[in-house]
């Protein structure tokens, strides 16, 4: 079992940054690959970003690229989303989720691959 927290949301203008954590406990943090979802209102969760289990492998999805940076801290059992440049696009509750499967991690962008989920974070971007 794992149990992940996010924080970090919050409202911004258009332009602005906001950087979220995933906090993690339970099963050894260092097995997982870690990846970042968001969903709008209305629409499908989708695939943002995810993290190598040492944290040297990283993939995007292609709307966030050059703008947005996923990173973790495996002695603080902690995920992180660096976002920068934000859009009223990006508005969305962000999850965090977390994955046994060994697949690499371009492979690892349907949500159905990961086993645990946060309750997530309201990130709200303005015009």
């Known amino acids: 079992q794992a149990q992940l927290v996010e924080s970090g949301g919050g409202l911004v203008q258009a332009g602005g940054s906001l950087r979220l954590s995933c906090a993690a406990s339970?099963?050894?943090?260092?097995?997982?690959?870690m990846g970042w979802f968001r969903q709008a209102p209305g629409k499908e969760r989708e695939f943002v970003a995810a993290?190598?289990?040492?944290?040297?492998?990283?993939y995007y999805t292609d709307s966030v690229k050059g703008r947005f940076t996923i990173s973790r801290d495996n002695a603080k059992h902690t995920i992180y989303l660096q976002m920068n440049s934000l859009k009223p696009d990006d508005t969305a509750v962000y999850f965090c989720?977390?994955?046994?499967?060994?697949?690499?991690?371009?492979?690892?962008?349907?949500?159905?691959?990961?086993?645990?989920w946060g309750q997530g974070t309201q990130v709200t971007v303005s015009s």
């Open positions: 339970g099963r050894t943090f260092s097995e997982f690959v």
């Open positions: 989720a977390a994955t046994l499967s060994v697949f690499v991690v371009p492979v690892l962008t349907t949500r159905k691959l990961y086993n645990y």
């Open positions: 993290v190598s289990v040492g944290g040297s492998s990283t």
